[in-house]
């Protein structure tokens, strides 16, 4: 891989680590990240477009490099690589206040980025993944053991957000602000800043999964934080309707399966949720309480 980073991009690393689909080196002490693209191929210059407006308007971004063809993907073996410099590479957990700082941006932004139909989108996750299923069912004990119960609760969410769309309209408040397509259960701060990580949706989606993640990171204060939130952050009985639905649905399982099935992770790893669920469905009827305070939403019967 050095003859590839030398060639494209004229660059020299002493020394270069591969870590599952991406390699990473320092030059002058400057961390880069050298990672299969994963978007759309078809997305990438609306991808590029946007990390340079972020990086123009002085956003906490890492940035994309062109290669020496001034494009952004590179192609080994046929796959599609993208090189970011990390601006941020700090070791740390998100937070609701680093969230809240790129979601209160306001910019234009490249209609390719936008990633609001939910509900399509679940139901062609929900249809991949019981596929990979059937395929991979005693392959992965651990997954297949617990697939249904994850599946039945996304067509909770699904169902929920339905209602939503059908008896509510958005308001003014409503619109796109920079979110992110994954938040993994160990991921860091540093996802939040990448901009294969970045696109366009509304702000009950990374809030949600924030707040989904809170269980498994056992934070604590998530309603502390929750009530400083709102503070400063109005959200339309519509949006708070889209925050419900998005925390009934199981992004962490899905993403977790993902990860395994493509040799991410072990299989194991899927013990820190099933291993919780009991707890889960007690935080989620926590959560649904604290919005029940506040608004008048719908009921959902098993988490009574």
């Known amino acids: 891989m050095k003859n590839t980073i030398n060639y494209y991009y004229n660059l020299n690393p002493n020394k270069i680590n591969h870590i599952f689909d991406y390699y990473y080196f320092y030059i002058d002490n400057e961390l880069y990240y050298f990672s299969v693209f994963t978007r759309n191929v078809q997305d990438a210059e609306a991808v590029y477009r946007f990390n340079q407006e972020l990086l123009r308007r002085d956003v906490l971004v890492n940035e994309i490099v062109n290669n020496r063809m001034g494009t952004i993907l590179t192609f080994v073996n046929q796959v599609p690589y993208i090189l970011s410099k990390i601006s941020v590479n700090i070791n740390k957990p998100i937070s609701l206040a680093e969230i809240s700082y790129l979601a209160g941006v306001k910019i234009s932004y490249p209609k390719e980025l936008m990633r609001d139909n939910w509900a399509n989108l679940w139901i062609n996750k929900i249809d991949y ?7 991979n069912y005693q392959k992965y004990p651990l997954l297949s053991s617990s697939f249904n119960y994850f599946v039945g609760m996304s067509e909770n969410a699904i169902s929920y957000l339905n209602q939503t769309v059908i008896r509510l309209k958005p308001e003014k408040v409503d619109v796109g602000v920079i979110s ?17 990580n970045i696109i366009i949706d509304h702000k009950a989606r990374d809030l949600a999964e924030y707040i989904k993640l809170s269980f498994f990171r056992d934070n604590y204060a998530i309603f502390d934080e929750l009530d400083q939130y709102f503070r400063y952050h109005y959200f339309s009985f519509y949006g708070i309707q889209l925050l419900i639905a998005r925390i009934l649905w199981p992004s962490f399982y899905f993403d977790v399966y993902d990860e395994i099935l493509n040799g991410r992770a072990n299989e194991s790893v899927v013990l820190k949720i099933t291993s919780r669920i009991g707890e889960y469905e ?20 098993w988490l009574k």
Do not use: A, C, N
Not at 129 to 135: G, I, K
Not at 180 to 196: G, N
Not at 282 to 301: A, C, N, Q, S, T
């Open 180 to 196: 992110h397509d994954v938040m993994l259960l160990d991921d860091t701060v540093y996802s939040l800043y990448d901009p294969q």
């Open 129 to 135: 993944l019981e596929y990979h299923h059937e395929q």
């Open 282 to 301: 007690k935080y989620l009827g926590d959560v649904f309480r604290y919005f029940k305070k506040y608004y008048p939403i719908m009921e959902i019967g």
